[in-house]
Nanobody, 127 residues
Framework: QVQLTESGGGLVQTAGSLRLSCTFS????????MGWFRQAPGQEREFVAF????????SYSNSVKGRFTVSRDNAKNTVTLRMKNLRVEDTAVYYC????????????????????WGQGTQVTVSS
């Protein structure tokens, strides 16, 4: 089984920056593509970003493109989401997720495509 542990959430002001990290354990990390999703209160969970098994390919939702950057370090079994120019509407619980396989496609991803999930970390952006 895979265990995913997020860290790095917190409270930040509008236009500020945060970096989220997710540590992967249990299986072979580079057999998985890694995604970030978020869920705001009263809303459905939504796709944020995806990085392929190698780290060479990435995909983002339109709402974060140009502001967020996803990357991974296969030597350290970690995936990172760097967020800048944060907005109030970015406030949500952010989840790291693992999708087995090495196939990449551009565009958005659905949560049912991911087999494993972290517990989430809260990001709050204040005005």
């Amino acid at each position: 089984q895979v265990q995913l542990t997020e860290s790095g959430g917190g409270l930040v002001q509008t236009a500020g920056s945060l970096r989220l990290s997710c540590t992967f354990s249990g299986l072979t990390f580079d057999d998985f593509g890694m995604g970030w999703f978020r869920q705001a209160p009263g809303q459905e969970r939504e796709f944020v970003a995806f990085v392929s098994w190698s780290g060479h390919s990435t995909s983002y939702s339109n709402s974060v493109k140009g502001r967020f950057t996803v990357s991974r370090d296969n030597a350290k079994n970690t995936v990172t989401l760097r967020m800048k120019n944060l907005r109030v509407e970015d406030t949500a619980v952010y989840y790291c997720a693992a999708r087995q396989g090495r196939v990449f496609r551009s565009g958005t991803y659905s949560d049912y495509e991911f087999e494993y999930w972290g517990q989430g970390t809260q990001v709050t952006v204040s005005s």
